[in-house]
């Protein structure tokens, strides 16, 4: 019988039904590659192993032919590719156990893998948001957050936006049409932010009475 840790969740990427007069305008995930590029630097890594192989062979020539300098060193390509590979998991599994939602009223984010939480942005606690736009269309969409509210950065990882540590921007990373995604959050803010407030007044011949 198959399992999944998120049959309890009513709605997917929420831990509740939505209020009355609330919907859903989108919903995604992170393009996992591209996560795995730009949060977990899997290029990088990559081509720092191949650096360590380039170097050793150099090295080894010292003492033995190219040929066997090259088959002695290959050690390093093989833990590289292992490293790599393991990072591209990780991302796989990240970018699957997360849920970005955007709404009339709010953005939500269901992230972790091993730890889930869901992170409830109400468009009132964001003061800005920053689009970190790709050439192939996928981005970053990182929320500036207001008033005295904190997230961890670490719980948070990878799923905020870079080495912003002090006051951690939870964000929709390495998602696919950013842009499109943006202008709706955009639109879905101004509408929301800009929504007449209605407050209950005190009956004054009622204060008087008392």
């Known amino acids: ?13 929420l831990p ?5 007069g609330e919907h859903i305008l989108w919903q995604g995930s992170p393009d996992w590659w591209v996560l795995a590029r730009e949060s977990l630097a899997l290029y990088w890594v990559g081509g720092y192993f191949v650096v360590l192989y380039l170097w050793r062979v150099i090295v080894a020539t010292e003492t033995m032919s190219l040929p066997q300098a090259a088959v002695a ?4 390509l093989v833990l590289g590719a292992v490293v790599c590979a393991l990072l591209a998991v990780t991302s796989l599994v990240q970018a699957k156990a997360a849920v970005y939602t955007v709404t009339n009223r709010r953005v939500a984010l269901r992230i972790g893998a091993a730890l889930t939480m869901t992170l409830n942005l109400p468009y009132t606690w964001i003061g800005n948001a920053n689009l970190d736009l790709r050439k192939s269309g996928t981005g970053t969409i990182a929320f500036e957050l207001m008033g005295t509210t904190r997230f961890s950065y670490l719980l948070c990882w990878p799923h905020v936006r870079p080495w912003r540590i ?3 921007e939870p964000a929709f990373r390495c998602i696919p049409d950013a842009a499109k995604v943006a202008r709706l959050i955009a639109e879905a803010a101004e509408t929301r932010v800009s929504e007449p407030k209605i407050a209950r007044v005190p009956d004054e011949d009622a204060l008087a009475a008392e």
């Open 73 to 76: 060193s290959s050690f390093f």
């Open 1 to 13: 019988m198959s399992h999944d840790d998120f049959d309890v969740e009513p709605i997917k990427g």
């Open 16 to 20: 509740e039904h939505l209020p009355e």
């Open 166 to 168: 002090a006051r951690t």
